[in-house]
């Protein structure tokens, strides 16, 4: 009996995926636990495995497309064997949507001709077409307005036929260039524009994010800090220890070491209650391609230096290779953002949720400093805090920056 593929979820806040490839054909044989295709989720891309075999009698979706979950993919069966009727269904669901499209456009239509009586410029319009003079500007609906950017029409080619010249949809629609007046000839050369299909990665980082902005009340706190004893005690660290240890290793650490001190900044918003997270697992911020990821490192107050160096490094590797598993991004309670490679000396980050705050670590400069009444050279590092008011007020945020600065001052502290 044939077996309908579905798409699966393959993270916990999967809405759909994309098929990024398939790995076999029409009439290959499977068997149980082989994977037929990669699907980009918003997290990773992920393998698809069948808890069947047999033959794949029909595959329902090109590569690149987009499929909700529970949506069909392929269909597996025995050679030859009938599947007519779930073909049919599948083909039925698929008509349903494209009438509920159809239903939106016309609805569109209907709202368009309702608002040819009404001008953003002028407000309503009376029966002859009159109202308040505008200040100069083409006359459009915004329907109108909205075809000609799609179909790059300039609105001053084009006569209008609604009240008072105003430019409406069966303008846009009767439109033919060959009647618009030449145009002066060009001084520069245009170039061809890009389009880039947006991954699931994305999307779900640009939602995540305005949520996160929109919802969250962010505020920031800056703190410069003395990086002098950090600078040395990495040297001395790097002669000894098997594994390259970075600045942001040794921030990163600083950081899970003060979050122990002050566990309302290791919380989460959670509606009518906070959260105080009983572990410290601090994300590093990763950039990739398509996007920015957040790889955990667990328990990190529990981990020396050396060890969070090879974590950190080996998620880093994971996450530029995309082999990075959505378990291993899940669970952060604080997270770390570093731009001081590029030269950033100071910016503000958007909260991870659902953490309550989100470091933003500048480069270290180096630049002349007072000390003991005498200039001499010095390495400063600036650091902004992103907090959510909901969760943590001011001056919880500036304990935590103190506490920051002094371990990162004073930094065998950290192994005390």
């Not at 994305?202 to 969250?216: G, N, P």
């Not at 953490?355 to 005498?374: Q, S």
């Amino acid at each position: 009996m044939a077996v309908k593929v579905e798409m699966p979820k393959l993270s916990d806040t999967m809405e759909e995926g994309v098929i990024a490839s398939w790995n076999v054909e029409e009439g290959d044989t499977v068997e149980s636990g082989d994977v037929i295709a990669e699907v980009e989720t918003d997290k990773a891309t992920m393998e698809v495995e069948v808890f069947d075999a047999g033959t794949i009698l029909k595959i329902l979706v090109d590569e690149g497309d987009a499929v909700p979950l529970g949506g069909l993919i392929a269909v597996i069966g025995e050679e030859g064997e009938d599947i007519s009727d779930i073909l049919e269904e599948a083909e039925s669901e698929s008509g349903s949507k494209e009438s509920s499209d159809e239903e939106k456009q016309e609805v569109a239509k209907e709202a368009d001709e309702e608002e040819e009586s009404f001008d953003p410029v002028f407000g309503d319009l009376d029966e002859k077409g009159n109202g308040q003079p505008d200040d100069g500007r083409i006359k459009a609906s915004p329907l109108a307005r909205n075809m000609a950017e799609e179909q790059g029409i300039n609105l001053a080619n084009v006569e209008g036929s609604g009240p008072n010249g105003r430019i409406i949809k069966r303008d846009i629609e009767s439109y033919e260039p060959s009647k618009a007046p030449a145009a002066a000839p060009a001084a520069t050369v245009s170039r061809e524009d890009k389009e880039h299909r947006v991954s699931q990665m994305r999307k779900t980082i640009a939602r995540r994010l305005s949520e996160s902005k929109f919802s969250s009340p962010h505020y920031y706190e800056t703190i410069d800090i003395d990086m002098s004893a950090v600078w040395d005690a990495r040297k001395q660290l790097n002669e000894i220890s098997d594994t390259k240890i970075s600045f942001n290793d040794i921030v990163v650490k600083a950081c899970a070491t003060a979050l122990r001190q002050h566990p309302d900044i290791n919380s989460s918003w959670q509606g009518d209650k906070i959260i105080e997270h009983g572990d410290v697992n601090v994300a590093v911020a990763v950039g990739i391609d398509e996007g920015l990821v957040t790889p955990v490192i667990d328990n990190t107050d529990q981990k020396g230096l050396q060890q969070i160096a090879v974590e950190s490094k080996e998620l880093i590797e994971k996450a530029q290779n995309r082999d990075l598993q959505p378990e291993q991004m899940e669970g952060s309670t604080f997270t770390v953002s570093n731009l001081g490679m590029f030269g950033i000396e100071e910016f503000t980050a958007i909260i991870n949720p659902p953490n309550a705050c989100i470091l933003a670590v500048g480069a270290i400069r180096e630049e002349p400093v007072v000390e003991d009444g005498e200039v001499v050279p010095g390495k400063r590092m600036k650091v902004t805090l992103s907090s959510d008011h909901r969760i943590v007020d001011g001056v919880s945020a500036a304990k935590f920056l103190d506490t920051l600065k002094r371990m990162l001052e004073n930094p065998l502290g950290m192994v005390l």
